[in-house]
């Protein structure tokens, strides 16, 4: 079994930091990409940014400048800096994870359990 535990979640104000964190552990061979979701209410869940295994990293326009994705990979762990938060920035935010637990085994998908960030006006 694989386990992410997300943290770093809260209510901040507009203007403000945060760093969002997801941590892997379990049967874990390998882990290949990594990335991190936000639904917001009523809406679809969107990805806000991804990062390969070497590291290269991947941001939709909306938060291209604010959001950073960065890996620990000693750690298994995915982190998300969020710089100049807005309240648009509201929503539950996931992180996903590609793990393969063996060598033979096919990359599986797992997800967090969502870590919720208000951002106050």
């Known amino acids: 079994q694989v386990q992410l535990r997300e943290s770093g979640g809260g209510l901040v104000q507009a203007g403000g930091s945060l760093r969002l964190s997801c941590a892997a552990s379990g049967s874990i061979s390998r882990i290949d990409g990594m990335g991190w979701y936000r639904q917001a209410p009523g809406k679809q869940r969107e990805l806000v940014a991804q990062i390969t295994s070497g590291g290269s990293t991947n941001y939709p326009d909306s938060v291209l400048g604010r959001f950073t994705i960065s890996r620990d990979n000693a750690k298994n762990t995915v982190y998300l800096h969020i710089n100049d938060l807005k309240p648009e920035d509201t929503a539950v935010y996931y992180c996903?994870?590609?793990?393969?637990?063996?060598?033979?085994?096919?990359?599986?998908?797992?997800w967090g359990q969502g870590t919720q960030v208000t951002v106050s006006s």
């Open positions: 996903r994870v590609t793990v393969k637990r063996t060598y033979s085994s096919p990359p599986m998908e797992h």
